[in-house]
């Protein structure tokens, strides 16, 4: 099964793992810090690379998309929120989390990303064996 990596950044420290889902998929879940509403973002690990594949909200607002501005993506409605679809190929994914926004990670199991205190994470695809 694909694992992800949990460092911090920018020192490399190595803080935990954890097991993508059986499609390699995983989110972030976090409070969004200006609109105060419930984000989540998807991913796949795809040959080794982290592919964002979604974005859920509730409302438009800074930092979260208007609509569907690159070829391929898709915005639907779906049980009152939006949801982005995409398949934007990411580079490092670094994460900036802080307890009042409830950061998580979840995968095969569901980590709290706030553990470490307020901190910049980056979040890496592991080898598989």
């Not at 609509?67 to 982005?84: I, K, M, N, Q, Y």
């Not at 989390?97 to 890496?124: C, F, H, I, K, M």
């Amino acid at each position: 099964m694909p694992r992800i990596g949990i460092q911090g950044h920018p020192d490399g420290t190595k803080l935990a793992e954890m097991t993508a889902g059986p499609d390699g998929g995983f989110a972030l879940r976090y409070i969004h810090s200006v609109a105060l509403t419930p984000v989540v973002s998807r991913y796949r690990l795809e040959d080794g690379h982290i592919v964002q594949t979604a974005e859920e909200f509730d409302q438009h607002g800074f930092g979260l998309p208007y609509g569907a501005d690159r070829p391929g993506e898709r915005l639907e409605l779906r049980d009152g929120r939006f949801v982005l679809h995409m398949h934007r190929a990411m580079g490092p994914l670094y994460v900036r989390v802080s307890a009042p926004y409830g950061n998580r990670l979840d995968g095969a199991e569901s980590l709290d990303l706030t553990q470490w205190g307020a901190r910049r994470l980056e979040l890496v695809p592991l080898p598989c064996g």
